[in-house]
């Protein structure tokens, strides 16, 4: 009898492995979760405009009269930024969503020469669902800091958090979107004009 149970159990955990994923979808859609935006516009209408003022926010021009430092000074300009850094952290839920399309027929992500086609990055995202979850969570870890950074009004950390908001984006893109890119400064050749400055001389400085 006990016997019969412990297979019974080890039956049952096998099916339960098995059907795992199926159950994670069957939940998804139970709860009514279901992607609606592609992956490319999660990146161009949530991650880009979200970012991209935290990245601006702490900067160092050097100009014929000088080096002008540009921080954020006002409660209304650490309020902004505390929206932009919420909405980040969100974002990688969004990615979490299994299941996106990565973008409309047709539509190009070639703003970079040697990227996968949108098909082909779904199913890579599909086959590591586990890790692509764990890059999402590396963005919103390093949202996190910039958040603590802004709620201190620390500009310095806020730069430090930028950085590594970077670092995140990267580590994502170099899996899904760029692999067989052997450069790991793969970004650059976006076209200086998509480039916001802050980026920019992240780049220049990792790269030196
Ligand atoms: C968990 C994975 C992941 C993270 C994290 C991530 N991205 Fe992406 N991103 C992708 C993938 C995959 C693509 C390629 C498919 C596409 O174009 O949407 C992409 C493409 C892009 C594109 C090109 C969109 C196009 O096709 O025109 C931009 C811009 C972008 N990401 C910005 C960012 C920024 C900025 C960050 C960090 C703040 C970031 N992404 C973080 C997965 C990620």
Redesign the pocket.
Known sequence: MIRSIVFFLAWLSVGVLTACSETNHQAQEAAGIKPFA???EI??SV??PN?DPIWNSVSTIATKEGVIEKVPTTDAEWQTLRNHAIV?IEAGNL?QIPNRT??VAGAS?S?HPV?LD?KE?EKA?QRNQKD?SE??I??QNAAKLALAAIEEKNPDALLKAGEK??H??E???ST??YPNDTKPLAWKSLGSKNINPTYAKLRNLSQS
């Open positions: 592609t992956l490319q990146m161009l991650i880009d970012v980040l990615l990565v973008a992500t703003i990227e949108p990055i995202i692509f890059k999402a590396g963005l908001i970077e995140a984006c580590q994502c893109h899904y979107w």
